[in-house]
């Protein structure tokens, strides 16, 4: 099954308000990404973040990790209707290949 | 400096024919990984390639499904005799390989459809 599981499923917001998405995963991970993906295109990366760091930020982006609960969230702060997209967060599952979770579709209305 | 170059963007194939799916990695990238989207789920990994080695295909279906990474020229997975399951979208990802973490650069996809 897949690493991580990501809530929620679904969301929806107004543009300038705040998104929070949720990955939990299951086994020790060396990192943790976040991925963006629009419909119907390829994955954009989004930000890493290792196993000793607790939180980091990229412009608009917030992630934390946990790694005591293995979760981590995602929040995208005064959110745009460009941001509509999916989300997916991803671990290492060793060789660098990753091992993503089923997304969190954000919808995001002007 | 393109980016990772996926052909054809979109096959439909009937149930039982071939299909060829083509990734050009990122100029000096050595490594592709495959991974496959089924509707609505996330990708999930099939393959990871270096040149002219397979590296891990633990991902990959054991019948119909193979991939390759030739020294001159694209990747290419190949499935065989394909069957309406195989519909999904099919991404590489590549990246130049060597020691520490090395970011994944993914390709538009491919998306099959198998009528």
């Known amino acids: 099954s897949q690493q991580g599981e990501e809530d929620p499923q679904a969301l929806s917001i107004q543009e300038g308000e705040n998104a929070t998405m949720n990955c939990s995963y299951k086994?020790?991970?060396?990192?943790l990404q976040w991925y963006r993906q629009n419909s119907g295109r390829g994955l954009v990366h989004l930000i890493l973040i290792r196993s000793n760091e607790r939180e980091k930020h990229s412009g608009r982006l917030r992630v934390t990790l946990d790694t005591s609960k293995k979760s981590s969230s995602l929040l995208i702060t005064a959110s745009r209707a460009a941001d509509t997209a999916s989300y997916f967060c991803a671990t290492d599952g060793g060789r660098d290949k990753l091992i993503f979770g089923t997304g969190t579709r954000l919808q995001v209305f002007p | 400096n393109a980016g990772v170059m996926q052909n054809p963007r979109h096959l439909v194939r009937r149930r039982g024919q071939e299909a060829r799916l083509r990734c050009s990695p990122m100029k000096g990238h050595s490594h592709v990984y495959w991974y496959r989207q089924l509707p609505e789920e996330g990708l999930k990994f099939m393959v990871y390639?270096?040149?002219?080695?397979?590296?891990?295909e633990s991902g990959m279906p054991k019948e119909r499904f193979s991939a390759e990474f030739p020294k001159e020229g694209p990747s290419i997975l190949r499935i065989q005799q394909v069957v309406r399951g195989d519909s999904a979208a099919y991404f590489c990802?590549?990246?130049?390989?060597?020691?520490?973490?090395?970011?994944?650069?993914f390709g538009p996809g491919t998306r099959l459809t198998v009528l």
């Open positions: 086994t020790s991970i060396n990192n």
């Open positions: 990802a590549s990246f130049p390989g060597g020691a520490g973490y090395n970011e994944q650069f």
């Open positions: 390639l270096q040149k002219e080695n397979i590296i891990d």
